[in-house]
């Protein structure tokens, strides 16, 4: 079990939000800039730990804020991503988001052609 109470609270909310418990990493480190607790999870965990548009990631970071002004320190969290990051590939296009979205300078001037045309 965790040593600091900061670290306790944050694997508790963290284990309880999970599927996969046993895979709930924290590392506690304290400079200068006060505490960062830098939490890993499974890549399935993710997006249960960081809710809709970031609000439970938020919530917890709240909660932890508050926990270390409790014990007089600054508290901060670390959400690492997992291996492979944000990629994934859109349905349609079978293409990474970043390929899928981009324009290269022909197909724009064909766009601008083609509203040339129009007017």
Do not use: C, H, W
């Amino acid at each position: 079990m965790a040593e600091y109470s900061d670290e306790q609270f944050l694997e508790y909310v963290v284990k309880a939000i999970v599927d996969n418990p046993e895979d709930v990493n924290i590392n506690r480190q304290v400079d200068e800039m006060g505490v960062l607790l830098t939490l890993k999870v499974s890549p399935k965990d993710m997006g249960q730990v960081v809710g809709r548009q970031g609000a439970t990631a938020k919530a917890i970071r709240s909660l932890l804020k508050i926990v270390g002004i409790k014990n007089n320190a600054r508290v901060n969290l670390k959400i690492e991503e997992p291996e492979g990051g944000r990629k994934f590939v859109r349905e349609n296009t079978g293409e990474e988001p970043s390929k899928a979205s981009s324009f290269d300078g022909t197909m724009v001037g064909k766009v601008i052609d083609d509203i040339k045309k129009d007017l």
